[in-house]
């Protein structure tokens, strides 16, 4: 494979103990297969869902996916220095946030701007390595850290890779008052080498309407040069999108989560059907939820449990065509700390689960079933890898949640029923009930 060239920064970004970064692979082990309800039985996975650090979770995907990734959203903290909390109650006044339930989200606080830049570096380099070579990266920050960072890739891709430098604007409430207010997010796009992938007509918009009128009231508009109206055209490097506000219907209450529809003009412009995207700050999980909606096979990762129970919801609620792994790394335990109470009744060769109840570790939470957000059964369960054939998932916007679940087994013999419950704070917990099915 020729490799692709370089072209040297005209700067170089120092700071205060910069250092060459040292590489651990994480060692990860597969926790659960997930077989939403519309997904097939097979074994032809979409994604994988990671729990862990992403630098040492990088460095151990290398060996399978270096030069094999094709496209990669990063929205990483954007050192703001503050601490965001992720909201999980439902039906609250969205006008009184003192009365919100919430829990820790994610912490963006440094100690200075060089520790910040100490975690940044060494992500974003390994990242230009998963990159395939017709790969793009999409890196996504605001004012805090964005001049840095476009330094930082000039350095890591070369200066003439820089594709694109994306202004997403919004609107919403802001307590500025002696300066204009700061909406507006920067994201800068990169690609591994020249031969990078565009997709122009997958992401067309329509011409203004006045545009229109200009053309057709004077042939000599545009200087003679008359555009494919109805065909539409590439958008601008300003995207406006609204932002997923309090009541949007797509809030998952995670913070700073970005709109579905930002995500997707990325996946389509920059990547086909089949290829494979990654998010290694996935968040809320928008990429990995619109990546699957779109064809794509993909890769998301966070060091936060609440994260990863936050996508993991998201994707079963998908209900997806085909089924996805997650895993976790060494450091990436899930926050344990609710034991489900169940009752399982047999008729034949039917059984059914019921939850009852759990219990919790933190007992000043919502009563059952309000504190549930998904439950799930391994009807098979081997022990070591549990894989999810029913869910009871609470939806974003509802209260209610299933509380039975069932399956028909196929074969007499022993089974072992593996049963895992979520709470809204994403602890987790697991028990196993043993059946005899007789002939």
């Keep these: 494979m020729k490799r692709s060239r370089r072209s040297k920064p005209f700067a170089r970004l120092e700071w205060h103990g910069r250092r060459e970064p040292a590489y651990r692979p994480a060692s990860l082990q597969l926790d659960t297969e997930a077989y939403p309800k519309g997904a097939l039985t097979s074994s032809d996975f979409s994604g994988q869902l990671i729990l862990g650090d992403?630098?040492?979770?990088?460095?151990?995907?290398?060996?399978?996916?270096?030069g094999q990734i094709d496209l990669i959203y990063v929205d990483p903290p954007f050192l703001t220095g503050k601490a965001y909390s992720t909201r999980i109650g439902r039906g609250e006044d969205s006008r009184r946030p003192s009365?919100?339930?919430?829990?820790?989200?994610?912490?963006?606080?440094w100690r200075d701007g060089a520790e910040y830049l100490d975690m940044l570096y060494p992500r974003l380099d390994i990242m230009?390595?998963?990159?395939?070579?017709?790969?793009?990266?999409?890196?996504?920050?605001?004012?805090?850290?964005?001049?840095?960072?476009?330094?930082?890739?000039?350095?890591?891709?070369g200066p003439n890779r820089l594709l694109?430098?994306?202004?997403?604007?919004?609107?919403?409430?802001?307590?500025?008052?002696?300066?204009?207010?700061?909406?507006?997010?920067?994201?800068?796009?990169?690609?591994?080498?020249?031969?990078?992938?565009?997709?122009?007509?997958?992401?067309?918009?329509a011409y203004d309407p006045s545009t229109v009128k200009t053309f057709s009231s004077s042939p000599k508009a545009g200087f003679g040069k008359v555009p494919d109206l109805e065909r539409g055209k590439v958008p601008e490097d300003w995207w406006y999108f609204p932002v997923v506000a309090r009541l949007h219907k797509e809030r998952t209450?995670?913070?700073t989560q970005k709109p579905e529809a930002l995500i997707e003009r990325i996946i389509l412009a920059s990547s086909n059907p089949g290829d494979i995207?990654?998010?290694?700050?996935?968040?809320?999980?928008?990429?990995?939820?619109?990546?699957?909606?779109?064809?794509?096979?993909?890769?998301?990762?966070?060091?936060?449990?609440?994260?990863?129970?936050?996508?993991?919801?998201?994707?079963?609620?998908?209900?997806?065509?085909?089924?996805?792994?997650?895993?976790?790394?060494?450091?990436?335990?899930?926050?344990?700390?609710?034991?489900?109470?169940?009752?399982?009744?047999?008729?034949?060769?039917?059984?059914?689960?019921?939850?009852?109840d759990i219990q919790s570790e933190n007992p000043e939470g919502e009563p059952f079933p309000a504190n549930i957000n998904i439950w799930e059964v391994d009807w098979e369960f081997d022990g070591d890898i549990f894989r999810s054939r029913s869910q009871a998932v609470r939806s974003w916007r509802e209260d209610e949640i299933g509380t039975h679940l069932k399956h028909t087994y196929q074969q007499p013999g022993d089974y072992t029923l593996g049963v895992r419950a979520f709470d809204n704070q994403g602890l987790v917990g697991l028990i196993t009930h043993q059946i005899t099915l007789p002939t």
């Design 253 to 255: 209450g995670y913070p």
């Design 277 to 356: 995207v990654a998010d290694f700050f996935c968040g809320s999980g928008t990429t990995a939820v619109v990546a699957s909606r779109l064809g794509r096979q993909w890769i998301a990762c966070d060091s936060s449990p609440l994260a990863i129970h936050t996508t993991y919801r998201r994707l079963l609620l998908e209900n997806l065509d085909h089924p996805f792994t997650s895993w976790r790394s060494e450091e990436g335990t899930r926050s344990q700390g609710v034991k489900p109470l169940v009752t399982v009744s047999q008729s034949g060769s039917l059984v059914q689960v019921a939850l009852e």
């Design 54 to 66: 992403n630098l040492t979770v990088m460095t151990a995907l290398l060996t399978e996916w270096e």
């Design 128 to 157: 230009r390595r998963l990159l395939s070579p017709s790969g793009t990266i999409y890196l996504h920050l605001d004012w805090h850290a964005s001049a840095y960072a476009r330094v930082l890739m000039d350095e890591i891709f």
């Design 99 to 109: 009365e919100w339930q919430t829990v820790s989200g994610y912490q963006d606080t």
């Design 164 to 205: 694109n430098e994306i202004v997403w604007i919004y609107h919403g409430p802001s307590p500025i008052r002696r300066a204009f207010k700061r909406k507006h997010d920067t994201i800068l796009v990169y690609t591994k080498s020249k031969d990078y992938n565009f997709n122009a007509d997958a992401v067309r918009v």
